[in-house]
């Protein structure tokens, strides 16, 4: 058995460094000199294929560990399998920068779509798994939160590769859906 503590505790390290790892791409090129202001200005502006993706991710990434922490166990030890699953989810949240990185460089181009939404879709499906195989589950709201997160990253992985034939700079978008979702959730307007 493994303590569900030191579990968690490394999962907040490897979700802080991966959040943080996502800006590093973002970055002015070493030859970049302007002269003025309005150079400068516009060199920033054209940071923003690279920008894009970074919040994006880190929008993905936020409400995967929202969600991680939402899956709550009365266990305070957890099995082989548990733990297993749990490293292949913290192996694919280590992607997550560099899967944003090659869209970041080359969003235009189908293949890069491709492989951050299977990363993220990847990520969705074994957060799935995890919920059924999690000891001494306690059920409620935050349960139906993350499943809902989950099926939200699924649907927006798999419209992001199906927008990546017709348009692929246009298929990032479709992370704003899980992002925005909860927000939506909690702007609707309440009865009488």
Same mark, same amino acid.
């Given at each position: 058995?493994f303590?569900?503590?030191?579990?968690? *505790?490394?999962?907040?390290? @490897?979700?802080?460094?991966?959040? %943080?790892l996502?800006?590093?791409?973002?970055?002015? #090129?070493?030859?970049?000199?302007?002269?003025? &202001?309005? !150079?400068?200005?516009? &060199?920033?502006?054209?940071?923003?294929?690279?920008?894009?993706?970074? /919040?994006? #991710?880190?929008?993905?990434? &936020?409400?995967?560990?929202?969600? #991680?922490? !939402?899956?709550? %166990?009365?266990?305070?030890?957890? +099995?082989?399998?548990? =733990?297993?699953?749990?490293?292949?989810?913290?192996?694919? @949240?280590?992607? /997550?920068?560099?899967?944003?990185?090659?869209?970041?460089?080359?969003? +235009?181009l189908?293949?890069?779509?491709?492989?951050?939404? &299977? +990363? *993220?879709?990847?990520?969705a499906?074994?957060?799935?798994r995890?919920?059924?195989?999690?000891?001494?589950? !306690?059920?409620?709201?935050?349960?139906r939160?993350?499943?809902m #997160?989950?099926?939200?990253?699924?649907?927006?992985?798999?419209?992001? =590769?199906a927008?990546?034939? /017709? +348009?692929?700079?246009d298929?990032?978008?479709?992370?704003?859906l899980?992002?925005?979702?909860p927000?939506?959730?909690?702007?609707?307007?309440?009865?009488?």
């Amino acid at each position: 058995m493994f303590s569900k503590a030191r579990l968690d *505790t490394l999962s907040d390290g @490897i979700f802080g460094v991966a959040m %943080t790892l996502l800006v590093l791409d973002v970055r002015l #090129s070493d030859d970049f000199h302007p002269a003025d &202001g309005a !150079e400068l200005l516009h &060199g920033l502006a054209g940071l923003w294929p690279k920008f894009l993706p970074y /919040v994006l #991710s880190f929008g993905v990434l &936020g409400l995967r560990w929202i969600a #991680s922490i !939402e899956l709550r %166990t009365r266990a305070e030890y957890v +099995n082989r399998q548990y =733990v297993n699953w749990w490293l292949l989810y913290l192996l694919l @949240i280590t992607c /997550v920068p560099f899967t944003s990185m090659v869209v970041g460089r080359f969003a +235009n181009l189908a293949p890069a779509i491709w492989l951050y939404a &299977g +990363n *993220t879709l990847i990520l969705a499906l074994v957060s799935l798994r995890m919920i059924f195989i999690t000891p001494d589950l !306690e059920l409620g709201d935050h349960l139906r939160r993350r499943q809902m #997160s989950a099926l939200l990253l699924i649907a927006a992985s798999v419209l992001a =590769v199906a927008l990546s034939f /017709v +348009n692929p700079p246009d298929a990032l978008w479709a992370f704003v859906l899980p992002i925005a979702a909860p927000l939506l959730l909690r702007w609707r307007p309440r009865p009488g």
